[in-house]
């Protein structure tokens, strides 16, 4: 029986990752093109809605235009794409980088999957907020820093037109 090195594993590992993040749904690439073009700038009034809004409309989605944007998705069990929403709402992030302990609060907020750096490790990209005033950045979430609060994670979806 042939030994499988765990440099091999990692690269099949790293390598199925990759592709899987090439394979964005649609509407989620539009959102992120969308997005990129933003990074840096203020959307509309500057509220963390408002770069949801934006994309969405961009993208031509589907959403109830409050904070529904979409298919619910669950990050634990599903797959998480660029291009999908988060909403926030009293979420407490505790997390310790070098020697200093961090508290982040989010009573509501929104934020879109810019990129998955791995599952449940996220960069996201939203304004609004202490480290970008009201001009769109990107940050790293880790979910499993999340220690009080909701979050609902959405997948875009096309509008449904009048012939359907």
């Keep these: 029986m042939k030994k499988i090195s765990i440099t091999t ?3 099949l590992f790293t390598s199925t990752f990759l592709l899987a993040q090439d394979n964005i749904p649609e509407l989620n690439q539009k959102i992120i ?24 409309q ?18 634990k069990k599903d797959e998480i794409f660029p291009g999908d929403i988060i909403q926030f709402e009293n979420v407490v992030i505790k997390y310790k980088k ?24 996220y960069e996201i990209a939203h304004q609004n907020t ?5 001009k769109v950045g990107i940050s790293t979430l880790n979910i499993n820093t999340v220690v009080d609060g909701k979050m ?10 009048s012939h359907d």
């Design 33 to 56: 093109d969308y997005v990129k073009s933003v990074i840096g700038t203020k959307v509309d009034r500057g509220e963390c809605w408002d770069l949801a809004n934006q994309a969405l």
């Design 98 to 121: 070098e020697n200093t302990y961090y508290t982040e609060t989010m009573e509501q907020h929104t934020a879109i999957v810019y990129k998955v750096k791995q599952k449940g490790v």
């Design 152 to 161: 609902y994670f959405y997948r875009p979806t096309k509008k449904r037109s």
């Design 130 to 134: 202490q480290f970008s005033g009201r």
């Design 58 to 75: 961009k993208a031509d989605a589907d959403w109830d235009r409050a904070f529904v944007y979409g298919i619910a998705v669950d990050p």
């Design 9 to 11: 594993i990692f690269i």
